[in-house]
């Protein structure tokens, strides 16, 4: 099978999958073609019950677009007359662009008290099926006085790919570099994909205590 990713996901290369097993699992949107090459040359072939010309020993099937599940049927007769024995059913059954996963490792464990002058240090995790787009981190804090809003920001930290199902990101938070006072903030990192509409996709929060020099002589 030659099948070509949907045009959000950026990929000008079609995929070739083996489909003798009679079974394939494109993402929904693909375009499949299925191309079956005899042993010997070919007189006529079938697809779905429509007449193909043979190319030789290969049958070429015209393209279809993957959106609801369905079989393809080929059948063929050589250029001695002969049938093939059985037809050849494929079985095309489309699947989803899956969220990305994330997973924060180096994180101190339990409570963590923050110097806002030091310097958090973890990596984040992020696998995809198919591209990352971009990975970063966000935080959110407590309400500020005279009851202002919880102060928010965000970091970008590394752009991905089409091509990029997995990546390692060295992630690094220094409150006093960023601006951020001390507070208790709720860490988390993120992960775009290029499926349209879904929007970021968050690892597990992780809770620091962010403290100034006076502070942090109490703890």
Not at 66 to 73: G, H, S
């Amino acid at each position: 099978a030659e099948v070509r990713l949907p045009a959000y996901l950026e990929r000008s290369e079609p995929q070739r999958i083996d489909a003798r097993a009679g079974v394939l699992a494109p993402v929904k949107g693909s375009t499949v073609a299925l191309v079956a090459t005899a042993n010997r040359a070919l007189a006529s072939a079938r697809v779905d019950g429509a007449d193909v010309a043979p190319q030789g020993a290969t049958v070429h099937a015209r393209p279809i677009e993957v959106a609801d599940e369905r079989k393809v049927t080929i059948e063929w007769r050589d250029d001695h007359g002969l049938d093939g024995q059985r037809p050849l059913v494929v079985q095309v059954s489309p699947r989803v662009d899956e969220a990305p996963t994330l997973a924060l490792s180096g994180l101190p464990a339990g409570r963590d008290i923050l110097l806002s002058s030091d310097t958090l240090r973890f990596t984040i995790g992020v696998a995809d099926d198919f591209g990352i787009r971009r990975v970063g981190i966000q935080w959110e804090g407590d309400a500020g006085e005279n009851g202002q809003a919880p102060e928010r920001g965000e970091r970008p930290l590394m752009a991905g790919g089409p091509d990029q199902a997995a990546l390692d990101v060295a992630a690094t938070f220094c409150p006093d570099a960023l601006g951020v006072r001390p507070q208790p903030l709720v860490i988390r990192a993120f992960a775009e994909d290029y499926l349209p509409g879904r929007g970021r996709v968050f690892s597990t929060p992780f809770l620091v205590y962010v403290v100034d020099k006076a502070e942090h002589a109490l703890v």
